[in-house]
Nanobody, 115 residues
Framework: QVQLVESGGGLVQAGGSLRLSCAAS????????MGWYRQAPGKQRELVAL???????NYADSVKGRFTISRDNAKNTVYLQMNSLKPDDTAVYYC?????????WGQGTQVTVSS
């Protein structure tokens, strides 16, 4: 089992910034990818960004140039720096870790961007 603990959500005005963190613990041997998804009300959960242990990164087109994903492999922690936030970024953000044949999700952290 992998446990994921998220932190860093909140309320911010449009144009502002937030930083999310997600620490993984438990059976973390063999973890490669770590990332973030989000789900807005009435919408499907969507990939925001994903980073491999080797540093390869994939971003959703909607966040390219505004969000930056990074990780500290020694701390088994992934970060999401979100700049130039827009009201459309309002959603619950979930940390995501695939390991072997299973997927692990954080509890979710609310990000609300006011106009």
């Amino acid at each position: 089992q992998v446990q994921l603990v998220e932190s860093g959500g909140g309320l911010v005005q449009a144009g502002g910034s937030l930083r999310l963190s997600c620490a993984a613990s438990g059976s973390i041997f063999g973890i490669n990818g770590m990332g973030w998804y989000r789900q807005a009300p009435g919408k499907q959960r969507e990939l925001v960004a994903l980073i491999t242990s080797g540093g390869s990164i994939n971003y959703a087109d909607s966040v390219k140039g505004r969000f930056t994903i990074s990780r500290d492999n020694a701390k088994n922690t992934v970060y999401l720096q979100m700049n130039s936030l827009k009201p459309d970024d309002t959603a619950v953000y979930y940390c995501y870790v695939p390991r072997l044949s299973r997927e692990y999700w954080g509890q979710g952290t609310q990000v609300t961007v006011s106009s």
